[in-house]
Nanobody, 123 residues
Framework: QVQLVESGGGFVQAGGSLRLSCLAS????????MGWFRQAPGKEREFVAT????????RYADSVKGRFTISRDNAKNTVYLQMNSLKPEDTAVYYC????????????????WGQGTQVTVSS
């Protein structure tokens, strides 16, 4: 069982930056593929980024490529999402998710979820 707790959300002006963190419980974090998803009001949850256990493989949604960077520190049981050049359309609740071994881009493929952290970008 893995528990995930996100932090780092907040209010920022367009063009600004935020770094989200997701702290995982348990000793098996390094064996989990991790992902970030987001959900805006009235919209479905959408994929943002994912990173493999070894950190070698990452994938991003087209909408965030070149602006967001996912990373992880297995010694700290933490995955990060660095968000630069934020836009109003990035406003959403951001969720951290985990699944054993391999990465994935579909929300239904993840077993564990955090409670979410709100990111609001003003124009």
């Amino acid at each position: 069982q893995v528990q995930l707790v996100e932090s780092g959300g907040g209010f920022v002006q367009a063009g600004g930056s935020l770094r989200l963190s997701c702290l995982a419980s348990g000793r098996t974090f390094s064996t989990y593929g991790m992902g970030w998803f987001r959900q805006a009001p009235g919209k479905e949850r959408e994929f943002v980024a994912t990173i493999s256990t070894s950190k070698i493989n990452t994938r991003y949604a087209d909408s965030v490529k070149g602006r967001f960077t996912i990373s992880r520190d297995n010694a700290k049981n933490t995955v990060y999402l660095q968000m630069n050049s934020l836009k109003p359309e990035d406003t959403a609740v951001y969720y951290c998710a985990g699944r054993p071994l391999v990465i994935a881009t579909q929300a239904t493929q993840y077993d564990y979820w955090g409670q979410g952290t709100q990111v609001t970008v003003s124009s």
